[in-house]
Each structure stands twice: as C-alpha cells, then as structure tokens.
C-alpha cells in the first residue's frame, strides 16, 4: 500500500492550491451577483480538487510508462513529483488513484445535475475530456496549454459562479479571463524545463512547435493581457471598480519570469522566476475574490 507521502506526491499537492483560489473567485463572482450557497460552493470544491488530482495521477501514469519521468530534469515547479520513478507507488495504483478521484469528481457533477439540470452537462461533458484527454491526446495535439487554462482557470471559474444558481453572472465571465490567462502560463512555463523529455516523449506543446523565443513571447503576452483584461472588465463596468488590486499581483510578480522572457528565454528558467509565475497566478485569483467580496459587502 503507497503511503500518504506517495499519494499526495502524484496528487500534487502543493499545486492544489489552484483549484481552491478558483473555486473562491468563481463563488465570489455569483455573491457579487446576489447567489451564494455555502453547500454548493463547498461541494465544487470537492468536485475541482478531486478532478485536479485525477489529472495529476493519469498525468504521473503517462509519464512513466512513456519514460519522461525518467528523462525530465525536476524542478520544485515542473518535472513531474518523481514518485514513480523513486518507486513509491506503482502505476498500477496511481492509474487507479486516477479513476477513484475522477468518480468523486462526477459524482459532485451529478449532485449539481439534480439541482441545476442541464446547464451544468456542458461543463461535465468538457471536463471529462480534460481529465482523460488531457495528457495522451490534448498535451500531443499542441492545446495542452489552452485545455490547462480552460480546464483549470476560466471554466471552473464560471462553473462555480453557475451552480449557485444555474445561472451564468457576467461577472464569473470576466473573472474567468484572468484565471484562464494565468493558468495557461503557469503551465507554459513549467514545460521550458522539460522541453527535451517532451520532445523525447512525443508531446506537442508551444516550445516544441514555436521554439524557445517565439514561446517566451506567448507567455509575455498572456502575461501582459492579464492585467489588462481586469482593467478593461472594470472600465466596461462589468467588474466593480476595487476589482483593479487584482492588478497589483502581476505589478508585483511579474518581474522575474517577464524579465526571462524578454531578454534570456534561451537560458534556463530561473526557479525564482518560476515561483513568482505560481504564486502570481494563485494571487491574482484570490485577490480578485476578496474584492468581489468586499464590494458584495459594500
């Protein structure tokens, strides 16, 4: 039997932050909006966290039966946990791992299916594909990126804010954008690291098509964009007008990775820098929930 050391490696868990930060972004949205169950929103947490995992799990089982885990060079953000190579929890178990969490995560779907009805199905029906498609298909298709900040920035965003109520406030939308923004690069990149071990592997993801320059400007852009998109949400009058602190994130932490982008994207991604991408990404979430909450108070 793995221990509780192995399991929360393949989970993860560190990065499980994420689903957290999304989940308060996307129920603040709908509070902001006059819809607000604590049930509901506790139950999406249960359902993202344990979807997230199962990503992770089937994502450790691809890798090591393909052999990157055995080739990438790990950093504390990128390069798999290392659990399987390390001989902590056999394939076998975390394939399985997989399929237990991503139960959990259907169930809480059809807990919101007996609330909502149909709204939810797309959400359901997408998901599913993210969760089993992700890294045998998606990730060798050249969308991995884009499927990451879907699957785990704008739509969780937006599928929160819609099970309160069955209804989508514009809001969770424009919330949303940054989420998918951030998460899209939080993942672009953690994969400049292991660029050899995907090449090797047969990934298809931006680095590998692109190159490591052309990449590097991708993730300036979305990084820029982000900030933007929060300002724009405000000025439309779609965001209230606190919602801009959540700009203060990307002023703060973008520097670093920003500054490899530009001038060194040949090199190594300093692992500074890509600190400063997780925690600009969990940040910027949360700091637009607060002000969603605070103006909801207001």
Do not use: C
Request: net charge neutral; proline share 6%; charged share 10%.
């Amino acid at each position: 039997m793995p221990s509780i050391k192995a399991f929360a490696g393949v989970a993860r868990a560190p990065f499980l932050l994420l689903p957290v930060t999304l989940v308060a972004a996307g129920a603040a949205a709908a509070a902001y909006t006059g819809s607000f169950s604590w049930l509901r929103t506790v139950v999406a947490l249960v359902g993202l966290i344990a979807l997230h995992i199962a990503v992770d799990a089937f994502n450790e089982w691809s890798d090591m039966k393909t052999g990157i885990d055995l080739k990438t060079q790990r950093t504390p953000f990128s390069g798999g946990s290392g659990t399987l190579p390390a001989g902590e929890m056999s394939t076998r178990a975390a394939f399985w791992f997989g399929v237990v969490t991503a139960a959990i995560g259907l169930a809480a779907g059809i807990w919101f299916y007996s609330k909502i009805g149909w709204p939810i199905i797309p959400f359901m029906i997408i998901g599913a594909i993210f969760v089993v498609g992700y890294t045998d298909g998606l990730a060798r298709i050249g969308v991995g990126e884009l499927a990451a900040g879907l699957g785990l920035g704008g739509l969780p965003v937006v599928g929160v804010a819609l099970v309160q109520s069955g209804v989508i406030p514009e809001a969770a939308v424009w919330a949303g954008i940054p989420a998918t923004l951030t998460t899209f690069n939080l993942l672009l990149l953690n994969e400049f690291p292991d660029e050899a071990a995907d090449r090797e592997g047969g990934r298809q993801n931006i680095v590998l098509m692109l190159g490591r320059p052309a990449a590097a400007l991708v993730y300036a852009i979305a990084a820029l964009l982000t900030p933007a998109s929060i300002i724009l949400a405000v000025t439309l009058g779609k965001l209230p007008l606190l919602a801009l602190v959540a700009v203060l994130p990307s002023l703060l932490l973008l520097a670093k990775p920003l500054g490899w982008a530009f001038q060194h994207a040949a090199d190594a991604v300093p692992v500074p820098a890509m600190g400063s991408n997780v925690v600009w990404n969990l940040s910027t979430n949360v700091v637009l929930a607060g002000a969603l909450i605070v103006a909801t108070v207001l």
